[in-house]
């Protein structure tokens, strides 16, 4: 049996009658294990020898959530000490306020832990002082050192003991708290600890009789996941029955606390590498909200560097537009004309050039406009930090600045930038900056490749909307056929898609629809990532907002919510391969049902059993390995 995390450690003591010490008969611990009422499958149950701690006895409870167990005969296990100093990452992360954070020392230690801000100012310190070797951890309650709450936000932690040195990140926002988490030889940022409490070690009891420290864990096969719970003394003096009830981990949805206005999720429709326009029925399986679509609501078209390819996209733009699309276009280079190298690929766009470039922009607007195609934004420049092989120009934060500032007002339409290939800020921020030039901005758009997506606080703070406009995860196969029956990329495309509304974007815009790895394949079929994103796009429609919810309620389980008047939309993804049951709480509403819609590696979208609200939550179990949209009914 494998060493369970320190942070997943509940601790309550159990006093007996010296069975481990050669008395005469034992005494045989039984009961049950509940969750609202559920019997908790495959727990387990872990008792420690409360004066050495290198010695435990285990049980797992049954289907039924019974366990029982003599320590005589129990499982007997040695705990060995670490092997290496670690640092493990916060837990819950991110958290609203509490979260635990646990180490191991390879040697005693003399040990600090530090908390920084994201300007590398020192926010908290804990200075622990000795520690043997072993697990341990601390506690932090989101206040400094003068016991003020801190501001929501990205922080490090990092720990420091006998010349070596560890660093994390971890964020302070919405999230669930830790406040009944006890780790051993914890040291809470709470209240003064003793030197036995900082040192994990319990003390013994004036009663004489030997006391036991028992855990209550989830293992990789707990059904449903728990959350751990304290529980008080409990004596022992002869075979005795003890039934623990334990609460399960919460997603709460906070109906009061909004965030960003939700414009839609899309794909883009771009012929620039040969591919072909879409056909009116793929457009129609793409942009419908029906069962079987996939309900996009932005197309996102290229600009060809050749004016008389400009009307090439107006068929199947308006097709979308027609049922409810944004409309938005990328070019990938201005004419060759117009740059350094006289060459489509790489160089720079000449600044005399600019007023041609804006001129250029406008007309691919009013060619659209022609053909009934309302251009809703343009952008200036797709990734114009990656050296590209193909149709491509650089543009760095200085040339963004001064074209948005003197020449975007003349383009005609809604201007965004500047859809750096991993939204790099830096590209953006001098515009931001400027009066002037963050007027003509309409929304800040950016390219998530190679990382984890995160806000924008500054685009924000100038009341500008943050816009995923294009990403691809080619996972899942190298067929048609693979993709179609694979999860792997259809699950990391639902992460992607959550990260990113959790990240304050307004759009999530995929590469191109139709593809092998894309939401249609070749021949015009939903894939699971289509089925994936529709889970998103059919029901968190534009003009939603997003709500505040418990972002990550367990390991692998990620929660986001929206609204919109009276309607309520929640998308929970299970990404472990066991089903987990879950209450929903709900602050500051009045629904009574929500209706849930799953797809998972055997179902797509499918619409299942009511789910009733009764005082303000309802219970569900997702799925292993799914998607769930809940609607308000």
């Not at 092998?516 to 289509?530: A, F, H, I």
Request: hydrophobic letters at 40%; proline letters at 6%.
């Amino acid at each position: 049996m494998k060493k369970l995390p320190a942070y997943l450690l509940v601790l309550f003591t159990i006093a007996a009658v010296s069975p481990l010490s050669g008395h005469a008969g034992t005494s045989l611990v039984k009961g049950t294990v509940s969750a609202s009422g559920m019997p908790v499958r495959y727990a387990l149950v872990t008792f420690y020898d409360s004066y050495n701690f290198s010695i435990q006895y285990s049980a797992v409870t049954d289907s039924m959530g019974s366990y029982s167990l003599d320590p005589i005969t129990a499982l007997k296990q040695e705990i060995r000490l670490p092997e290496k100093f670690k640092l493990d990452q916060n837990y819950p992360n991110p958290f609203s306020s509490s979260t635990a954070i646990s180490y191991d020392l390879d040697k005693q230690s003399d040990v600090k832990v530090s908390i920084y801000d994201v300007l590398g100012r020192e926010v908290k310190t804990f200075n622990v002082g000795y520690q043997s070797a072993g697990s341990h951890g601390i506690t932090w309650n989101g206040r400094n050192q003068f016991g003020k709450l801190v501001a929501p936000g990205v922080y490090f932690y990092r720990l420091q003991a006998d010349g070596q040195a560890r660093s994390r990140k971890m964020v302070l926002g919405m999230g669930p708290s830790v406040s009944s988490i006890m780790l051993p030889g914890s040291f809470s940022s709470e209240a003064a600890m003793t030197p036995d409490a900082i040192h994990g070690v319990p003390m013994r009891s004036l009663s004489g009789a030997e006391t036991f420290v028992v855990s209550i864990s989830n293992t990789d096969s707990t059904s449903p996941a728990i959350v751990p719970k304290q529980i008080g003394n409990v004596m022992i003096r002869s075979d005795t029955t003890l039934d623990f009830t334990v609460n399960l981990p919460q997603a709460k949805v906070y109906l009061d606390s909004t965030f960003q206005t939700i414009r839609g999720f899309g794909g883009a429709n771009v012929l620039i590498f040969g591919r072909p326009d879409m056909t009116p029925a793929e457009v129609q399986t793409a942009f419908g909200s029906g069962n079987g679509q996939v309900g996009m609501t932005i197309m996102r078209i290229s600009i060809p560097p050749d004016s008389t390819q400009f009307s090439a996209y107006s068929r199947s733009a308006l097709a979308a537009q027609n049922l409810g699309a944004t409309i938005i276009a990328t070019p990938w280079t201005p004419p060759a004309w117009m740059k350094s190298n006289n060459n489509q690929v790489g160089g720079m766009l000449l600044p005399a050039n600019y007023p041609a470039y804006a001129s250029y922009l406008k007309s691919f607007s009013d060619t659209l406009t022609a053909h009934g195609v309302t251009l809703n934004a343009i952008s200036v420049q797709n990734e114009p930090d990656f050296n590209a092989s193909y149709q491509s120009c650089f543009w760095n934060a200085t040339q963004f600045l001064n074209f948005m500032k003197n020449n975007a007002p003349f383009i005609g339409v809604p201007v965004f930038m500047p859809e750096s290939e991993n939204f790099r800020h830096q590209l953006s921020d001098s515009t931001l900056n400027d009066t002037a030039a963050a007027s003509h901005v309409a929304f800040i758009g950016g390219h998530i490749y190679g990382v984890v997506p995160s806000s924008y606080p500054l685009a924000l703070q100038k009341g500008k909307e943050l816009w995923m406009t294009e990403y691809l995860i080619n996972s899942g196969g190298s067929t048609v056929t693979d993709v179609d029956t694979g999860w792997t990329g259809a699950a990391q495309t639902a992460k992607s898609i959550n990260d990113c509304m959790a990240s304050n974007m307004s759009a999530y815009v995929w590469w191109y629809i139709v593809r092998y790895y894309s939401p249609l394949d070749e021949n015009g079929n939903v894939t699971k990532k289509g089925y994936v994103m529709s889970q998103f796009a059919r029901f968190v429609r534009p003009g939603f907002q997003r709500v505040g919810a418990t972002l990550n309620p367990l390991p692998n389980v990620y929660v986001t919510a929206y609204k919109e008047g009276q309607s309520v939309v929640i998308v929970a993804l299970n990404l472990n391969s066991n089903p987990v049951t879950m209450p929903f709480v709900l602050q500051g509403g009045t629904e009574t049902a929500f209706i849930p819609f799953v797809t998972s590696p055997t179902k797509n979208c499918v619409q299942g059993m009511g789910a009733s609200v009764a005082n303000g939550s309802f219970l569900f179990t997702l799925d292993p390995s799914s998607v769930t949209t809940f609607v308000s009914n």
